[in-house]
DNA sequence: ACATTCATTTTTGTATACAAAAATGAAACA
DNA sequence: TGTTTCATTTTTGTATACAAAAATGAATGT
């Protein structure tokens, strides 16, 4: 009998293309950071052919920007990037919560309010890494309850660059609770089934993140002038 | 002095990329049909390099399929893949919409109002072809006068997958009509600057195409299961 | 006739080789 | 000191070579 549930390893230019994407989020390579073949290949121990290939594939979903014969560079949005990029996304979770809303399933929603305490507790504690990946977790979930696939693909490729952006950070207290009251109301209109509601908060959540993601990026922006200008 | 003027060649993966996605949108590969390396290096005269790092781009933008050593295919869309990408597109354009009837400009309005007229000229005429083009150009001036690139990018990488679907196709009369008559409508609320009236226009246009593109799948399939049967 | 096996061919995946463009840096010069 | 030139080195882009997986199809057996 043919082992039809042994799955074959996957290939190596999509093990690459995961494991550079992470480096990318996280900040391991950092916006503006030129992607070296050479040194990559040797980081990775593969050829330059796999590791070429995604490259493409994450120029494609813009993680990535593409040099004509100067290679490859990791993406770094300005101000205004990240403003377009939080209109896109802030659309595209308002769809989301529209239509989880109305096809949610009771287990989902079960799974979304633990989610959501495990994330409270992070709050508790001032665990801000805990915090945002709990965070990210919902914004998920919520993205899957919406039962699109197209939607979820979508909203993946356009929030990853924005990962980058929001991982290290300290954050405003006053934002930070502000963003755990938005919660709680996610959790009613979702709850409720009352999809206007939660594209709303869904919608406003996104543009307080926004302002702190660009309030950051401006901070940071004054602090490299400084080493400049000294 | 250097010539800064004059712009190098672009990269052959890249000419590669471009010259596929017309192949693969126009329908000349169709959908589900594969495509083997061998023969697409000899059509486009290339070697493998360029072209699997074609294929790598276009798998990221949805429009290729890549089973893992078994090579690459064309998308081929199932009615509730189609569905799913047409709420995507109606979100996307709903939004480009919205924004567009704030930042549009006179000369910007100017334009799609003469693209519009050409449009009336193919309709009157039953040029579909020609008909298609123009929609699909007036469309794309009401997301560019969005003046968010994040979202025209979004918008085009999603639409790409759909205009396949969208190219031979005959069409119900009274739907074209009722098609024309909601571009009446979006010139209204542009030229209005009424964001809402655009987005809700615009979000039922959709539905009537999606209707459309749905029927036509059901025909095509139906034809297919009935030279199966014979 | 139909299914199964297995050697052969084809196709895909990865590594390497070669060519062309860009970056580097020392020498020459103002 | 600063800048310009140009040979050298490095890096990118493309082609080819090699390895492994999948497809093909004839031979075998039921």
């Not at 996280?26 to 030129?34: C, D």
């Not at 994330?119 to 965070?135: D, E, F, T, V």
């Amino acid at each position: 009998m043919d082992d039809l549930l042994t799955i074959p390893p996957p290939l190596l230019h999509q093990q690459v293309v995961t494991r550079l994407r992470n480096l990318l989020v996280q900040g391991e390579i950092a916006p503006g950071a030129k992607l070296n073949e050479r040194a990559l290949c040797e980081q990775l121990a593969i050829s330059r052919t796999p590791l070429r290939e995604a490259i493409k594939t994450l120029a494609a979903e813009g993680l990535i920007v593409l040099l004509p014969n100067r290679g490859a560079i990791a993406v770094m949005l300005t101000e205004q990037d990240a403003r377009d990029t939080f209109d896109v996304i802030a659309t595209l979770e308002a769809r989301s919560g529209a239509l989880a809303a109305q096809r949610i399933t009771e287990a989902e929603l079960v799974e979304i309010r633990a989610l959501h305490y495990e994330m409270l507790a992070h709050h508790a504690r001032r665990n801000l890494q805990g915090y945002y990946h709990l965070n990210a977790l919902i914004h998920e979930r919520i993205n899957l309850a919406a039962k699109n696939p197209v939607l979820t693909q979508t909203y993946r490729a356009v929030n990853a660059r924005l990962q980058a952006l929001r991982f290290r950070s300290n954050v405003d207290e006053e934002k930070w609770d502000s963003a755990v009251r938005d919660h709680e109301e996610m959790l009613r209109a979702l709850t409720a089934r009352d999809g206007d509601a939660l594209s709303a908060v869904l919608i406003s959540h996104l543009e307080t993140k926004r302002d702190v993601v660009l309030a950051q990026m401006r901070a940071i922006e004054t602090v490299e002038e400084e080493n400049h200008g000294a």
